[in-house]
């Protein structure tokens, strides 16, 4: 994990844990997801949209085993379904905005199923300009409900009825690539979700990213 941002992240988890530091943690992890968000912004604005179906590292462990296209999608369609389905329960950008038709995106799911072959696939088919504004629409969505979160908002946990809704959104498949999804997300409480999908997921994807292009432009 790259040091600097390695830092960051333990410094903003630790502050999280105290009521007399959450707000501060709250400031200082928003200000830390746009400077992460900035490195998306340079990669789909300087790179063809042919470098976002393509997978240098395939057949490889890690997260590099993807596409970029992929790890846009699959980080902020976590994002946007931990935050409204779960955190503030109303309806996932995605839908609201149309998305699905503006993206061209055959699936509404995470992607976690597909098979390295599908992930190129699925990649090919997308619309990288649209998917970036959605990307960036989630996180401003989710900046703005972080900031209007109190201290005890931290502690709500999740039961069988949020399972049950999840699953019937069918935004997580029932391939066991993705089903554990949610049972995961839902052993947590909105705190343990601020520390992973909405701080340490983007750390692990957009390094993975940064992976990629290097193989790229090396190949």
């Not at 928003?30 to 976002?52: G, L």
């Not at 890690?62 to 955190?87: K, P, Q, Y």
């Not at 309806?91 to 993206?103: L, M, P, V």
Request: hydrophobic residues 40%; contains cysteine; aromatic residues 10%.
């Amino acid at each position: 994990m790259d040091k600097n941002w390695s830092e960051k992240n333990k410094e903003i988890q630790k502050l999280l844990s105290k009521k007399a530091t959450f707000k501060d943690a709250v400031e200082k992890l928003v200000s830390f997801r746009v400077e992460m968000f900035d490195q998306i912004t340079h990669i789909v604005r300087n790179y063809p949209d042919d470098a976002f179906y393509q997978m240098p590292f395939a057949g490889v462990k890690g997260l590099h085993n993807s596409t970029l296209a992929f790890s846009i999608w699959h980080t902020f369609r976590i994002e946007d379904i931990v935050v409204h389905e779960m955190i503030i329960g109303d309806t996932q950008i995605f839908f609201t905005d149309g998305f699905q038709k503006s993206i061209r995106s055959p699936i509404i799911t995470t992607a976690n199923e597909l098979s390295d072959s599908e992930t190129v696939e699925f990649s090919k088919q997308l619309d990288i300009k649209e998917l970036y504004h959605y990307a960036q629409k989630v996180m401003e969505s989710t900046n703005l409900i972080l900031r209007n979160l109190e201290y005890p908002d931290l502690k709500r946990k999740f039961g069988n009825e949020m399972i049950e809704k999840l699953q019937a959104t069918g935004c997580v498949s029932d391939d066991k690539e993705a089903s554990w999804l949610i049972e995961y997300w839902c052993g947590k409480n909105v705190c343990g979700l601020i520390k992973m999908p909405l701080s340490r997921h983007w750390i692990m994807h957009i390094e993975a990213m940064r992976r990629i292009i290097k193989k790229l432009e090396k190949n």
